[in-house]
T-cell receptor, first 114, second 110 residues
Framework: DTAVSQTPKYLVTQMGNDKSIKCEQN?????MYWYKQDSKKFLKIMFS???????INETVPNRFSPKSPDKAHLNLHINSLELGDSAVYFC?????????????FGPGTRLTVT | GQQVMQIPQYQHVQEGEDFTTYCNSS?????IQWYKQRPGGHPVFLIQ?????EVKKQKRLTFQFGEAKKNSSLHITATQTTDVGTYFC??????????FGTGTRLTIIP
């Protein structure tokens, strides 16, 4: 059983398009995250949700809109894709937002914008 | 802002040699976690350090948390090819998120 799953694994699209990435966790965790990892491997948090409520919204363009229909799912919709959006996007989950909880990462979605 | 820096950015070692990566924070941390990401994979949790001066071992891996809780290190003894990957520290500043370090990419020369 996959703890944190993401779809799709690969996404190739053209500039200007709109795309979505889906994430699901079966760990019963309350908190879910979206991270962006660029070509230099820097891992930056974008958003976090706790029990479907937005907790963290880093300096991310408005073109990125997360949605959490329930605490097991966190989706990411991206409008008007740009070349700079090309990266690997990781979903992660943890028991809670309080200090000390390890994060479980999904396999990642490699987004390529042409 | 709160930042976590790691050095070195890259490390190439002969198989069997030791490896160390260092992590430094601009401010005091609540705790620090370490993750490993294999090539093409996703970050996987290794360990968490909470107490000042804490030292933890996992087989050939030794993790330390500085006395001031602003720095940490990961030392691998006698590296093996399975150790290849990028090692990240991730600092908790008590703000409901982890701030990941810049990572150290380890390659092993057989």
């Amino acid at each position: 059983d996959t703890a944190v799953s993401q779809t799709p694994k690969y996404l190739v699209t053209q500039m200007g398009n709109d795309k979505s990435i889906k994430c699901e966790q079966n760990l019963g965790h309350d908190t879910m995250y979206w991270y962006k990892q660029d070509s230099k491997k820097f891992l930056k948090i974008m958003f976090s949700y706790n029990n479907k409520e937005l907790i963290i919204n880093e300096t991310v363009p408005n073109r990125f809109s997360p949605k959490s229909p329930d605490k097991a799912h966190l989706n990411l919709h991206i409008n008007s894709l740009e070349l700079g959006d090309s990266a690997v996007y990781f979903c992660a989950s943890s028991v809670g937002t309080s200090r000390g909880y390890e994060q479980y990462f999904g396999p990642g979605t490699r987004l390529t914008v042409t | 802002g709160q930042q976590v820096m790691q050095i070195p950015q890259y490390q190439h070692v002969q198989e069997g040699e030791d490896f160390t990566t260092y992590c430094n924070s601009s401010t005091t941390l609540s705790n620090i976690q370490w993750y490993k990401q294999r090539p093409g994979g996703h970050p996987v949790f290794l360990i968490q350090l909470v107490k000042s001066g804490e030292v933890k071992k996992q087989k050939r891996l030794t993790f330390q948390f500085g006395e001031a809780k602003k720095n940490s290190s990961l030392h691998i003894t006698a590296t093996q090819t399975t150790d290849v990957g990028t090692y990240f520290c991730a600092g908790d500043f008590g703000n409901e998120k982890l701030t990941f370090g810049t990572g150290t990419r380890l390659t092993i020369i057989p």
